[in-house]
């Protein structure tokens, strides 16, 4: 028993100091607004009269990085509340990941699917972002950007 416990204190300094320090870093959100998706966007449902089951909405505004560093794998997070002070995402603060950001201020965009017939106009509460210091997945590609396709549609409007 006594030699199990010792090869644990032993293994254990190992393993913690084997671990790639990850912080968490928070960035500074402004400017941040909820727009409907344009006509001719592709997360519109443009063939519909009426929306089915959700509408496209894009959550735009500026992010900024105070660090000397690219912050990775950035996440943003909000309370969307509807006209009557309901949580259009009930259950779910986060709205979404803005991949890399680099030092400085940039502009950043996401879309949100909100439940059909969901009284506005929408009120954010609590936006913020957090992200690393350095990856926390694997990466597709060291050039590649991280962004899915209709999100990088979004960032080039």
Not at 24 to 29: R, V
Request: hydrophobic share 40%.
């Amino acid at each position: 028993m006594l030699r199990r416990f010792a090869s644990v204190l032993f293994c254990l300094p190992l393993l913690v100091g084997l671990a790639l320090p990850c912080d968490a870093a928070e960035l500074q959100l402004s400017e941040v607004r909820l727009d409907p998706c344009g006509e001719l966007d592709a997360g519109n449902q443009p063939e519909l009269s009426r929306p089915v089951g959700a509408s496209c909405y894009v959550l735009t505004g500026d992010v900024e990085n105070r660090s000397k560093n690219s912050v990775i794998d950035t996440d943003v997070y909000a309370r969307i509340l509807d006209a009557s002070g309901e949580p259009v995402l009930p259950n779910r603060t986060r709205v979404g990941s803005i991949g890399d950001v680099n030092p400085g201020h940039s502009p950043f965009a996401l879309r949100i699917s909100v439940p059909a017939g969901t009284p506005g106009p929408f009120v954010i509460k609590n936006p913020r972002a957090r992200g690393f210091n350095a990856p926390v997945r694997s990466r597709v590609d060291v050039d590649e950007d991280d962004l899915l396709p209709l999100e990088r549609d979004i960032n080039q409007q």
